[in-house]
Every structure is written in C-alpha cells, then in structure tokens.
T-cell receptor
C-alpha cells in the first residue's frame, strides 16, 4: 500500500466548476499536511497547508480528518489557470524523513 | 520564503559519466533534501543532507551512486555517478521553511537525460 494515495485523474472540468480531490495517508504519526501544485516541467509549489480545523484560501478549501487519515482539497469556480497536477503531501516534523508525496491528481480546466 | 538557485537546469549526458547538481539557498538551513522525479511519477526522496555530517540515504539509494556534499548551511551538491539511461529524471533540492506550516520550498529542478 502506498503511503499517500491519490486518484491520478485526469479530472476534466469546465471553467467555473467545483472540483474536489481526495487523499489518504497510511502513517498515523504524520504531523504536517500540504497540497502542492506542480505545473508541467516545473517544480512543486506550496498551494496550502492543511489543518485539522480546515482552512480556506480564496477559492481553495482544504480539510484534514486525522481519524480517517484523509485529506481533501476543494476548488471552487475553476479557472483555466488552475490546470496543473495537485500533489497531496504528508510530512513528519521530526526525524530525517522529509516529505512523502502522493502521485498527484491531474486537473484540466476547459473553456 | 527561502529562494533556492539550482543548476544546471538541464543536461544531456553520456552513459558512464557523472553530473554534479548544485543548490544554493539564500538563507541558512539545517537540512536540505534531494528528490528524484521520474517521468510521469511523483517525487521520491533520495537523501537528507545535514551540514557537517554524512547524508542519510533512503532505501534504494546509495552513497556511491549519489554522493552528496553539504559544506555549509546554504549550499549542497548531488552527484549522479556512472549514469545510465535509467537515471534520466528530474532532480530537485528542497529546504524546509523555518516554520513548518509554511512547508518546503523546492529548487527549479535539473532535467537530466542520459543517452
């Protein structure tokens, strides 16, 4: 079983649609949770951290359920510029392990 | 957030040769991380580099193949040795932001093709 699992997609949605991505992680000791965005041929860039209380940044809402070891990302009013791969990322705040990446979910927003 | 300068951005190398990738950070960081992203795949951690000690390698990666240097708190190199076509990949360095909630910042990556 992968440590971080995501639906690879692709998700093809029209502009203005709402789309949700889900992610599960296997290590219950994980302490940091992130969504990263990776554009084609570019490095990953932090989209947002994810907190147990849930957090929102404009059109993006992230949720964490520690009991179910489940993370979600909701994108409202999709824009063409949202087209990218979204990586679910889990980290340990201690020890030598850095981040564990999901395989990513590809989003294509169409006009 | 930290700014990382990574070079080269890309290279095409002959099999059997070695390539050294450099990452320079604009601030002092305790740990630097090296990742590999194979075509169509997500990122896999190669090793963690601490200043003043040997790098710690993940399962499947060894020092002879991927020697790492960390001479100070702002710089690190990763060498891909005795390359084969299977080493064709994107290699990225990363640092953790001082406050964990801000995640990790990545260099722009080195796209390596081995022919």
């Amino acid at each position: 079983r992968k440590e971080v699992e995501q639906d690879p997609g692709p998700f093809n949605v029209p502009e203005g649609a709402t789309v949700a991505f889900n992610c599960t992680y296997s290590n219950s000791a994980s302490q940091s949770f992130f969504w990263y965005r990776q554009d084609c041929r570019k490095e990953p860039k932090l989209l947002m951290s994810v907190y147990s209380s849930g957090n929102e940044d404009g059109r993006f809402t992230a949720q964490l359920n520690r009991a179910s070891q489940y993370i979600s990302l909701l994108i409202r009013d999709s824009k063409l510029s949202d087209s990218a791969t979204y990586l679910c990322v889990v980290g340990m705040d201690t020890g030598r392990r850095a981040l564990t990446f999901g395989s990513g979910t590809r989003l294509q927003v169409q006009p | 957030s930290a700014v990382i300068s990574q070079k080269p951005s890309r290279d095409i190398c002959q099999r059997g040769t070695s390539l050294t990738i450099q990452c320079q950070v604009d601030s002092q960081v305790t740990m630097m991380f090296w990742y590999r992203q194979q075509p169509g795949q997500s990122l896999t951690l190669i090793a963690t580099a601490n200043q003043g000690s040997e790098a710690t390698y993940e399962s499947g990666f060894v020092i002879d193949k991927f020697p790492i240097s960390r001479p100070n708190l702002t710089f690190s190199t990763l060498t891909v040795s005795n390359m084969s076509p299977e080493d064709s990949s994107i290699y990225l360095c990363s640092v953790r932001e001082p406050r964990g909630a801000y995640g990790y910042t990545f260099g722009s990556g080195t796209r390596l093709t081995v022919v």
